[in-house]
């Protein structure tokens, strides 16, 4: 029998699971694959590389290969019992503004085998108060028009549709503000 779902800071119990997620193609970064890349630095040494989603570095790889600083937040991951996916926030202190190149203050992906059991739904639902305590009284989601699972993800949660469509380095995107709860929203 599954255990009940949740959101597990990542551990050594969990790493098994993320890696074989990996191994079969599945990417915790939805802008960029990087499955190849994370699973074979978690080959040559899985506690580093634990130690580096715990700890990451201070810049980000973008999808053009650009680097820039990295945002403070959590990476949080999915399990039933086994690994289900990852969800991760991002944010800048004081602020609930966004630097132009961060699509967004929460980002997710179930593995395909855990997928329409509604995890994402409820991951979100789960990083809304780990938001609301990091000082956010709405986070800022978006999603590719053709991406219905992540809306109807965001939508579930409460998202207010912003209007138009942002352009995501040649993807129009659909932007999204969820509460988070916070008392003084
Ligand atoms: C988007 C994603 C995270 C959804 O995960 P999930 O755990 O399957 O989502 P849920 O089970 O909570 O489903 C949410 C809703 O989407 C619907 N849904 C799920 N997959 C769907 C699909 N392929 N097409 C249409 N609707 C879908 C569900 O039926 C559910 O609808 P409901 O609330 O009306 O019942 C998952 O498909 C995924 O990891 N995709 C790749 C990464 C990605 O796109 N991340 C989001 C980037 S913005």
Request: aromatic share 8%; net charge neutral; charged share 20%.
């Amino acid at each position: 029998m599954e255990d009940a779902f949740g959101l597990i800071v990542p551990c050594a119990t969990a790493l098994p699971g993320y890696e074989a997620a990996l191994a079969q193609g599945w990417s915790p970064n939805t802008t960029r694959d990087v499955s190849a890349e994370e699973l074979a630095r978690l080959r040559a040494d899985p506690a580093a590389f634990l130690r580096a989603v715990l700890h990451p570095p201070p810049t980000i790889t973008m999808a053009d290969g650009s680097e820039v600083p990295r945002l403070p937040g959590c990476v949080l991951w999915m399990w039933d019992g086994a690994f289900c996916g990852a969800i991760n926030l991002r944010h800048q202190f004081g602020t609930e503004a966004l630097p132009p190149h961060v699509s967004g203050h929460v980002g997710y992906a179930v593995v395909p085998w855990k997928r329409r059991r509604g995890y994402a739904t409820r991951a979100l639902a789960l990083m809304l108060p780990v938001a609301a305590r990091a000082g956010l009284a709405r986070v800022e989601l978006t999603c590719d028009a053709d991406n219905d699972a992540s809306r109807r993800v965001i939508e579930a949660n409460g998202g207010v549709r912003q209007p138009g469509l942002r352009d995501a380095e040649g993807h129009p995107k659909l932007a999204f503000w969820v509460p988070t709860g916070r008392p003084d929203a």
